[in-house]
T-cell receptor, first 117, second 115 residues
């Protein structure tokens, strides 16, 4: 079946430009996570959605980062006024159940590689 | 903690050998652990998981061992194949109610399998 998809796969932005990164989770998955992965590092948590509700945004590095999932399926991560330190791979993951369902495997998309010049 | 940057631990093995990749975790409140494989240009791929009430779990060609006393996790790959070459990450989930299932990843180990 179809996995998690992300678009664009690559994005080059000039410093100060706004970008929007899209995530299509596995159909029917309740939970959606965004992670940021710097070169040579493991992914780091950014934010979590259960359906359309953003329950945890503790990992967002600044108020320039904003995420939404208005209909509980597709999610968009927006970065305003991009800076060079925002250059990274942005990964989206989804899992079938919400919090009440207990621990669930997170399935990752291929990521969007963002380069800010 | 110290940033590893590009200096990830590496493991180089011959095809057919068994591989053991180690991971130390820091959060004694973690109740769920996962190993992911990440190939170049791809997202992490789930390999195997283990809950904190277990100390060993086996899958196809892979075994995960958990030692909660010393907060250590290992991944054993039997009969390693060139297709196993990738970066391997361990990840943990905090049992706390506000963790919302988010994963904390370790630094990663580069596995290279030579034919």
């Amino acid at each position: 079946g179809a996995g998690v998809s992300q678009s664009p796969r690559y994005k080059v932005a000039k410093r100060g430009q706004d970008v929007a990164l899209r995530c299509d989770p596995i159909s029917g998955h309740v939970s959606l996570f965004w992670y940021q992965q710097a070169l040579g590092q493991g992914p780091e948590f950014l934010t979590y959605f259960q359906n359309e509700a953003q329950l945890d945004k503790s990992g967002l590095p600044s108020d320039r980062f904003f995420a939404e999932r208005p209909e509980g399926s597709v999610s968009t991560l927006k970065i305003q006024r991009t800076q060079q330190e925002d250059s990274a791979v942005y990964l989206c993951a989804s899992s079938r159940k919400g919090l009440a369902g207990g621990v669930e495997t997170q399935y990752f998309g291929p990521g969007t590689r963002l380069l800010v010049l | 903690g110290e940033s590893v940057g590009l200096h990830l631990p590496t493991l180089s093995v011959q095809e057919g050998d068994n591989s053991i990749i180690n991971c130390a975790y820091s959060n004694s409140a973690s109740d769920y652990f996962i190993w992911y494989k990440q190939e170049s240009g791809k997202g992490p791929q789930f390999i195997i998981d283990i809950r904190s009430n277990m100390d060993k779990r086996q899958g196809q060609r892979v075994t995960v061992l958990l030692n909660k006393t010393v907060k250590h996790l290992s991944l054993q790959i039997a009969a390693t194949q060139p297709g196993d070459s990738a970066v391997y990450f361990c990840a943990e989930k905090d049992a706390g109610g506000t963790s919302y299932g988010k994963l904390t990843f370790g630094q990663g180990t580069i596995l290279t399998v030579h034919p």
